[in-house]
């Protein structure tokens, strides 16, 4: 999307930031804040917008989005953290509609398994 979440927000990108030229943050409502791009020809759009963790879980910022009708950019999965003495870099790659599709399926197949303990039992067994 990319979505990120930090110790304080829920960030979800809805364009990409390489379109503007400045940005400016503005609360919303409920503790959402807005960030609006503004464009070298002139006009402005939200680029992103930051749920406080406190209220929104990633379901309802999600949901949020959808009711209000805007669309999610792209996805990013985080491949690999490098971290340095002094940078911590994250190496992502583009979720494509299929990468996503299968990582779902990943992600339930592995609920499943939890459910029925069958992967898991030698965790379990001391």
Same mark, same amino acid.
């Given at each position: ?72 950019? !792209? $996805?990013?999965?985080?491949?690999? /953290? ?5 940078? &911590? +870099? *994250?190496? !992502? $790659?583009?979720?494509?509609?299929? /990468? ?5 399926? &990943? +992600? *339930? ?14 965790? &379990?067994?001391?």
């Amino acid at each position: 999307m990319p979505v990120d979440i930090t110790a304080n927000y829920v960030r979800i990108r809805v364009a990409n930031p390489s379109k503007f030229i400045r940005l400016r943050v503005k609360t919303i409502g409920k503790g959402i804040r807005a960030i609006f791009g503004f464009k070298k020809g002139g006009g402005s759009e939200i680029q992103s917008f930051l749920f406080p963790r406190s209220r929104y879980t990633l379901a309802k910022a999600k949901a949020w989005i959808k009711s209000h009708n805007y669309i999610v950019h !792209e $996805s990013w999965l985080v491949t690999d /953290i490098l971290i340095g003495e002094d940078y &911590l +870099e *994250f190496q !992502e $790659s583009l979720i494509t509609p299929e /990468i996503e599709a299968r990582i779902t399926e &990943l +992600e *339930f197949n592995i609920v499943e398994d939890i459910k029925k303990k069958e992967t898991w039992e030698w965790l &379990l067994s001391g």
